[in-house]
């Protein structure tokens, strides 16, 4: 949509066979993919290729994907870099876990070529969708925010906030379904010069959800990370 420039893939994997068979169907469908073949290698490429969605395995040599999964959600610059993670059938328990760090999605080994490239697509689709348009309001179920008029409503009551309650809120409606780390919403909302600490984050959340009781469900906290507002408002 946006620009023409063949989306950059990466592929963390370390069985060769696999990498390569991705590769070749990311290729076909227009897609610019590299391979990293441990952990380390993929963080090293994140910083350097700059993709724009990473696929990656969750067994890997020395540094696991779950691993690898944390630390680029933790830099403010690739905290929302997309992540299709790859689990085997048994490890399940895992995938959970990576979804509550902040995989964007995941599938299940053994899998076919085509549903993967299928399911990248999906992923990039759903992004868009988000990110792409400059809005004046944003609504999430009940919930219209108005950001010329700087308000909100939930079924068209005004409900008075704070400007950081505001804009913590603005930040969680333009990242649905997204792990937003503490850190980066203290970034994005109060400012690199600020000098509270991400505590200050979690008493806003928590003013928001008094003031807005239906977010209680929908804005989860993911451990040790930070927060998400879940895909569809939880009503
Ligand atoms: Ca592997």
């Excluded at 689709?125 to 219209?144: E, F, I, M, V």
């Excluded at 997204?178 to 008493?203: I, P, Q």
Aim: aromatic share 6%.
């Amino acid at each position: 949509m946006a620009s023409q420039r063949p989306k950059t893939i990466l592929i963390v994997e370390d069985e060769p066979e696999i990498a390569q068979l991705v590769k070749h169907y990311l290729e076909k469908d227009g897609f610019h993919p590299c391979i990293a073949e441990t952990g380390i290698e993929a963080l090293k490429m994140v910083a350097s290729e700059h993709p724009d969605l990473v696929i990656l395995d969750l067994m890997l040599p020395e540094m696991d994907g779950l691993e690898v999964c944390k630390s680029i959600r933790q830099k403010p610059e690739t905290a929302l870099l997309p992540i299709l993670m790859l689990t085997a059938k048994n490890e399940e328990s895992d995938t959970i876990v990576g979804l509550e760090l902040g995989a964007d999605d995941y599938v299940t080994k053994p899998f076919s070529p085509r549903t993967l490239v299928a399911r990248v697509k999906a992923l990039f689709r759903r992004l868009d969708r988000t990110n792409d348009h400059k809005p004046t309001s944003l609504t999430y179920g009940p919930l219209q925010m108005d950001l010329i008029r700087h308000e909100v409503t939930v079924k068209s009551k005004e409900v008075p906030l704070t400007a950081k309650e505001f804009g913590l809120l603005e930040h969680l409606l333009r990242h649905p379904g997204r792990v937003l780390t503490r850190d980066m919403l203290l970034n994005a909302v109060w400012g690199y010069d600020y000098y509270g600490t991400t505590r200050t984050v979690d008493v806003h959340v928590r003013r928001l959800k008094v003031k807005i009781p239906f977010l209680n469900e929908s804005i989860v906290s993911v451990k040790s990370l930070g927060y998400k507002l879940s895909d569809q408002p939880i009503l």
